[in-house]
T-cell receptor, first 114, second 118 residues
Framework: AQTVTQSQPEMSVQEAETVTLSCTYD???????LFWYKQPPSRQMILVIR??????QNATENRFSVNFQKAAKSFSLKISDSQLGDTAMYFC???????????FGEGTQLTVNP | GAVVSQHPSRVICKSGTSVKIECRSL??????MFWYRQFPKKSLMLMAT?????????EQGVEKDKFLINHASLTLSTLTVTSAHPEDSSFYIC??????????????FGPGTRLTVL
């Protein structure tokens, strides 16, 4: 069974600065997908970024980028130029395929301070 | 596009009653839908996988007789909490896996349903 671990329950950052959220996972699969989801106070799950394991290039989406280290089973999320609207709970998740059941980490509550 | 709705968004019921939660994919077809449960300030835990036209697959520890899942069409899955008790109070979230051109195998989440059992 896969496990996903987020070791930072809470983090804070000043507006316009950069913050990195950590995630590690465990699996015996060779190909899989990793995701970062954002859950704002509305509790709607929003996909932030997705990485397919066989792709060596790190995914980027505007201000969001990942550092995917397959051998280390590490998948961190970097948020650049943090904005107040980035305040949310962030979940790291593992899926065997793009649309498969997801295993979520415990979450990191990110607060962006003005 | 790719909108998933849940109804109701909030429900309060008395202990012992049953509650039905609907999950609909509004602009795409979904052969598979997932049901998750989230306790306050906690992560999402998968309860079951719902496949259109077949029986749901439940995760270990989830009572299938208590959490009845029906996926009767390509756009609708329902979760019925039978004989609800206060410990069933939680936030229930569905997600739908798209099977429509341009979105194949992408997964989209509903806005969630808050269930409170008195």
């Amino acid at each position: 069974a896969q496990t996903v671990t987020q070791s930072q329950p809470e983090m804070s950052v000043q507006e316009a600065e950069t913050v990195t959220l950590s995630c590690t996972y465990d699996t015996s699969e060779s190909n899989y997908y990793l995701f970062w989801y954002k859950q704002p106070p509305s509790r709607q799950m929003i996909l932030v970024i997705r990485q397919e394991a066989y792709k060596q290039q790190n995914a980027t989406e505007n201000r969001f980028s990942v550092n995917f280290q397959k051998a280390a089973k590490s998948f961190s999320l970097k948020i650049s130029d943090s904005q107040l609207g980035d305040t949310a709970m962030y979940f790291c998740a593992f899926g065997e395929t793009s649309g498969s059941r997801l295993t979520f980490g415990e979450g990191t509550q990110l607060t962006v301070n003005p | 596009g790719a909108v998933v709705s849940q109804h109701p968004s909030r429900v309060i019921c008395k202990s012992g009653t049953s509650v039905k939660i609907e999950c609909r994919s509004l602009d795409f077809q979904a052969t598979t839908m997932f049901w998750y449960r989230q306790f306050p300030k906690k992560s999402l835990m998968l309860m079951a996988t719902s496949n259109e036209g077949s029986k749901a697959t439940y995760e270990q520890g989830v009572e299938k007789d208590k959490f009845l899942i029906n996926h009767a069409s390509l756009t609708l899955s329902t979760l019925t909490v039978t004989s609800a008790h206060p410990e069933d109070s939680s936030f229930y979230i569905c997600s739908a896996r798209a099977w429509t051109s341009g979105k194949i195998n992408e997964q989209f989440f509903g806005p969630g349903t808050r269930l409170t059992v008195l």
